[in-house]
């Protein structure tokens, strides 16, 4: 189970609105004074994401919960984003050049193959999507924040 804490900035309803804070991989790194993918890192944006999951139990607003997501989720998703379309490249790529017999061929089959690999793997990511899977639950919510202000 793959792990990560959130803050919640909204509930209502049963519904929980939660952001996910996107973290460089490389930060704790001992050698990311010369890292070239920490600067990398440093230039682009900071991705936020925001999440609305169901949970029974009323949320304040700026809680931490935590949310996990079975590792056969996350490695269906790369097998449908990364290996689809390139077998798709890769098969229609040969079938061109091995009927067509040019490179010119080849190159089209590799550019409708790309494309059908996509399309097959859009297709199969819609029926995922109502999988159990691929969807984070609350592991654990963390007590909320008490304030406390002297008189």
Known sequence: MLREWATVIDWQQGIATLRCEQRAG???????????????????????HDLKIPVEQPLSIGQRVELG?????????????YIVPLLGILLFSSLFYY??????????GALIGGLAGFLVARFYAGRFSTHVSVHPVILQIAIPSVTYSEN
Do not use: W
């Open 69 to 81: 997501i079975p590792e056969s989720g996350v490695l269906l998703s790369a097998l449908l984003v």
């Open 26 to 48: 490389c930060s704790s790194c001992q050698s990311s004074a010369t890292c070239g993918t920490r600067v990398l890192n440093k230039l682009g944006p900071q991705v936020i």
């Open 99 to 108: 009927f067509v017999g040019s490179d010119i061929a080849a190159i089209i």
